[in-house]
């Protein structure tokens, strides 16, 4: 089977937490990421952008999401505390992709938004394709306005997708996929 055919059939997502090191290369990462801006994108507004968390950034990111979580739930004990600190670093890399549509003339905001999921699953791919494993995750850490103010987004902004990179050396088993006669039809 070709390579980019083995690679869909093959692709699982992995839990971070089993993720390990060493993480992408600056160059890997920017590879990466010149491949998954590769996407359809109608109108060519590139109506998304990246936010990478590598290294400390993700320490300094989930010491964000531990101080927004504790205003949110004071209640909340130390375990889940430790667990929103951890957030960011249960991976050895993390790549926001931001939707930043906004109303156009011609082109639909939903086109504008499936770009960006187009965006996610591209990056996906060109990590796999390079010997890592992902996690699309979204989480509350995409819906929380404070939170994501914090991390620099404008108001119209969205997260499409929080992926999550690491080495995995374990197989995973696949999970039980769609019944596609029943999801296809030939009109
Ligand atoms: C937009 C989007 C957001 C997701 N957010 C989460 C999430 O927050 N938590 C989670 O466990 N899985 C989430 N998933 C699902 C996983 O990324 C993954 O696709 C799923 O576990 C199925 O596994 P597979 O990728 O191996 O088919 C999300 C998927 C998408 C497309």
Redesign the pocket.
Known sequence: MNDTLNLLAR???APPPIMKGPAPTRDEIEHMLALAARVPDHGKLAPWRFIVFEGEARDRAGALCAEIFHAKEPEAGEDRQASERARFSRAPLVIAVVSRAVPHVKIPLWEQELSA?AV?MALTVAAVALGFRT?????WIAYDRAFLTRLGLEDHEKI??YIHIGRVESEIED?PRPDMAALTSYF
């Open positions: 692709r699982r997502s999921g996610c996690a699309w995750l979204t989480e499409a997708g999970r």
